[in-house]
């Protein structure tokens, strides 16, 4: 027989305002935020390895309409009425931004603050189900269970840069940039679990009567760097390039936690030279 699963839902709500200020000849200011909320809702015994596992000849249902004891019967029962799992996940990111302009068409100072929170709420409960054996043999398998998962997620980034941009003489062009990165996350999960749920119907932790099963996990990481980068390029053939970024990490101990990292370039636009539009090249 064919399985068809019960109802699966998924469904996401968002909205974003964006705006940007000159609040005057030097002065630029701006929030992009952006709101979110997505819901899932979905049979809780879910196994897509199963369904692509199974026999291909296994039916789902007896002659008499009840599931049967097949590879098929038992995880359409299960499908159908063996529980359910909804997941909330409701998250707010702003960034604020600024640019300051110290010198017209050569100075300026760009910063962002960027905040996100994210939370989610799963609730998830199996229930148990009937499988037919054979004629007048119903009989009831599984588990009722409730399942409470709740996480908070924080992230938090800096960045604040300025970049020097100067034409020097005849053909020599100057591109300075230095800055400062920061950002943090953090994430904070707590979970419980329930056997003996006393009615299926309200599938509640504090209406069961099996042994709690609780968790929680808590983790946080940080990175925090100045960086820079000096360009030149002469009349738009010769390039060199100079980055450096000093950079720290909370994964690494304390004593090895910093690094410097340099790096250089350099290029040269041969379509620019006079004898690549001669002939010689083709």
Do not use: C
Request: net charge negative; proline share 3%.
């Amino acid at each position: 027989g064919a399985l068809r699963l019960a109802d699966d839902y998924f469904g996401r709500f968002s909205v974003r305002g964006k705006v940007n200020f000159d609040v005057n000849d030097w002065l630029t200011v701006g929030n992009n935020t952006f709101l979110s909320s997505t819901i899932r809702q979905r049979p809780s015994q879910f196994s897509i390895w199963n369904i692509l596992n199974m026999d291909p000849v296994s039916y789902d249902k007896n002659p008499d309409g009840t599931w049967a004891n097949s590879e098929v019967g038992i995880e359409a029962a299960r499908l159908t009425d063996g529980g359910e799992s909804t997941s909330r996940y409701n998250s707010y990111q702003s960034t604020f931004s600024a640019e300051v302009r110290l010198i017209p068409d050569a100075l300026r100072v760009n910063s962002e603050f960027t905040m996100r929170r994210g939370t989610t709420n799963w609730d998830w409960f199996t229930t148990k189900y009937l499988l037919g054996y054979g004629p007048s043999d119903v009989r009831e398998t599984g588990v009722n269970r409730a399942y409470r998962d709740a996480t908070f997620d924080r992230y938090d980034v800096l960045n604040v840069y300025a970049t020097y941009d100067q034409e020097i003489g005849s053909g020599h062009r100057f591109t300075v940039i230095g800055g400062y990165n920061q950002e943090f996350f953090r994430t904070e999960r707590f979970w419980a679990d329930r056997e003996g749920l006393i009615s299926a119907s309200i599938p509640s932790i504090a209406l069961a009567t099996g042994e709690d099963e609780v968790g929680e996990f808590i983790a946080d990481w940080a990175v925090r760097g100045i960086f820079g980068r000096i360009n030149y390029i002469f009349r738009d053939k010769y390039i060199l390039e100079f980055n450096g970024r000093y950079d720290g990490s909370s994964r690494f101990p304390e004593e090895n936690r910093f690094g410097f990292f340099p790096s250089a370039s350099a290029a040269w636009r041969v379509d620019k030279e006079a004898f690549f539009n001669t002939g010689l090249i083709s």
